[in-house]
């Protein structure tokens, strides 16, 4: 089991920064994959970050070039730093990590943080 804490969310003004946090707890030896998503009012969740084990990173277009997802293995986080935020990047935001058992995929979900972005 993996327990995710995600923070830093909040309200910015278009053109903005924010970076979010999540922190992961329990069984973190078995993470594969680390990633956000986000689903915003009236849409289904979609990727927005995802970072593999050997630390190879892959964006959604809609972000590519404004959003950097980065980890520090040594405190179990997973970032994302949000830059040139638009009002369209409005939507709760949610950490994801995938464990890897033998040939069983796991996947663990954060709280989600909301992020705001005024126009």
């Known amino acids: 089991q993996v327990q995710l804490a995600e923070s830093g969310g909040g309200l910015v003004q278009a053109g903005g920064s924010l970076r979010l946090s999540c922190v992961a707890s329990?069984?973190?030896?078995?993470?594969?994959?680390r990633g956000w998503y986000r689903q915003a009012p009236g849409k289904q969740r979609e990727l927005v970050a995802t970072?593999?084990?050997?630390?190879?990173?892959n964006y959604s277009d809609s972000v590519k070039g404004r959003f950097i997802i980065s980890s520090d293995n040594a405190k179990n986080t997973v970032y994302l730093q949000m830059n040139s935020l638009k009002p369209e990047d409005t939507a709760v935001y949610y950490c994801?990590?995938?464990?890897?058992?033998?040939?069983?995929?796991?996947?663990?979900w954060g709280q989600g943080t909301q992020v705001t972005v005024s126009s």
């Open positions: 994801n990590v995938v464990t890897k058992s033998n040939t069983k995929y796991t996947h663990y």
């Open positions: 970072m593999s084990s050997r630390d190879s990173t």
């Open positions: 329990g069984s973190t030896f078995a993470i594969n994959t």
